[in-house]
């Protein structure tokens, strides 16, 4: 089991309230995903929940039972850090089995866990290695298996691919999925990267100076964000949000088209501009589209045969029926 309820959680440091008091179920099985920009408290709330910052006001329920004043060992949680903290001198197996020895587990089933940790994470080649021989992407999962074999109610983890260049951050993102999949134990995981939050959450909550602004499936929050921020916020490239005389003309003061909706051609169109910065990739064209009088810059995305290049001068059409609205609030029309 592995179900995490916060009932009006808040955190303060002295006068400073960092986390306004908020609610959030988690549902048992479940991979949520804490996204945000830096200093929106999402590592702090974790904290919160595995016992490492004590609450200012509320509750936090782990399986129906009040956890909020327990140690975090015993809270049945198990968290890993970006950084991988593993001791130097002692083998990936010592290391993965350090948890276990502490508590007392017999070696019979240290070295069960261990052997199932391993294959899991497919270390079974490097247990007698030490972190020095192992790559970042292996140190990773070494400190995941460490997390593993400790049969938690719930994984935390705290920006743990944050340490690793692009391709190990892929790499090791499809393997945190596939390891969610196979062991089907509830999942929260903290990022900045909201292409890491949409493709591994089943539930994402978007965060802002410690509030909640959204929760819901990857897709929701794609296709209908609540308000301006997450709209901004959830999706690469962003939105393109546009107010004045473009936003008036739909009844909003704000309107969002992002840069897949939005038609580009070099002989006709709704908003004429030249292009900046253009970026062929192959299947996709990224223009950035300068002087339009709508915005600063305007992100349009294309399929790679649009044959446009910097200086061209077209013509932008959005999709009428993609075009979000905002009130002069921020929030969804």
């Known amino acids: 089991m592995g179900q995490i309820t916060l009932q009006g959680v808040a955190k303060r440091f002295g006068e400073v309230e960092v986390i306004p008091?908020?609610?959030l179920a988690i549902d048992d099985g479940?991979?949520?995903?804490?996204?945000?920009?830096s200093g929106c408290g999402k590592s702090t709330l974790l904290r919160l929940i595995a016992g490492l910052e004590d609450v200012s006001g509320g509750?936090?329920?782990?399986?129906?039972?009040d956890a909020t004043d327990a140690?975090?060992?015993?809270?049945?949680?198990?968290?890993?850090?970006?950084?991988?903290?593993?001791?130097?001198?002692?083998?990936?197996?010592?290391?993965?089995?350090?948890?276990?020895k502490m508590a007392g587990v017999p070696q019979d089933e240290q070295n069960r866990r261990i052997e199932a940790a391993a294959k899991a994470l497919n270390l079974t080649d490097y247990l007698d290695r030490r972190p020095g021989q192992l790559s970042g992407g292996q140190r990773q999962?070494?400190?995941?298996?460490?997390?593993?074999?400790?049969?938690?109610?719930?994984?935390?983890?705290?920006?743990?691919?944050?340490?690793?260049?692009?391709?190990?951050?892929?790499?090791?993102?499809?393997?945190?999925?596939?390891?969610?999949?196979?062991?089907?134990?509830?999942?929260?995981?903290?990022?900045?990267?909201?292409?890491?939050?949409?493709?591994?959450?089943?539930?994402?909550?978007?965060?802002?100076a410690g509030r909640i602004e959204q929760v819901g499936s990857p897709l929701d929050l794609y296709h209908s964000?609540?308000?301006?921020?997450v709209a901004g916020f959830i999706g690469s490239p962003k939105m393109n949000l546009f107010s004045g005389a473009p936003a008036a003309e739909?009844?909003?003061?704000?309107?969002?088209?992002?840069?897949?909706?939005?038609?580009i051609s070099a002989t006709e169109g709704k908003w004429k501009g030249r292009i900046g910065v253009s970026e062929h990739l192959g299947s996709d064209s990224f223009f950035y589209v300068e002087d339009t009088g709508l915005a600063e810059t305007v992100t349009v995305r294309s399929t790679g045969e649009v044959n446009l290049h910097h200086g061209d001068t077209v013509w932008l059409t959005p999709d009428e029926d993609k075009i979000h609205k905002f009130d002069k609030n921020g929030d969804r029309i």
């Open 21 to 23: 008091p908020l609610d």
């Open 71 to 100: 140690s975090p060992a015993k809270r049945g949680l198990a968290m890993v850090f970006q950084s991988y903290a593993l001791y130097p001198h002692m083998s990936v197996r010592k290391n993965i089995a350090f948890p276990m």
């Open 141 to 208: 999962r070494v400190a995941i298996g460490r997390a593993i074999v400790r049969e938690p109610a719930a994984f935390l983890f705290d920006e743990p691919l944050s340490n690793l260049d692009a391709a190990l951050r892929v790499g090791m993102r499809l393997e945190i999925s596939e390891l969610h999949n196979r062991l089907k134990t509830t999942m929260i995981y903290v990022t900045h990267d909201q292409v890491e939050a949409m493709t591994m959450a089943d539930k994402i909550v978007v965060l802002q």
């Open 250 to 263: 739909y009844g909003a003061a704000t309107i969002g088209v992002r840069p897949e909706h939005i038609r």
């Open 30 to 37: 479940e991979f949520v995903v804490f996204v945000g920009p």
């Open 225 to 229: 964000p609540r308000n301006v921020f």
């Open 59 to 65: 509750r936090i329920l782990i399986d129906g039972k």
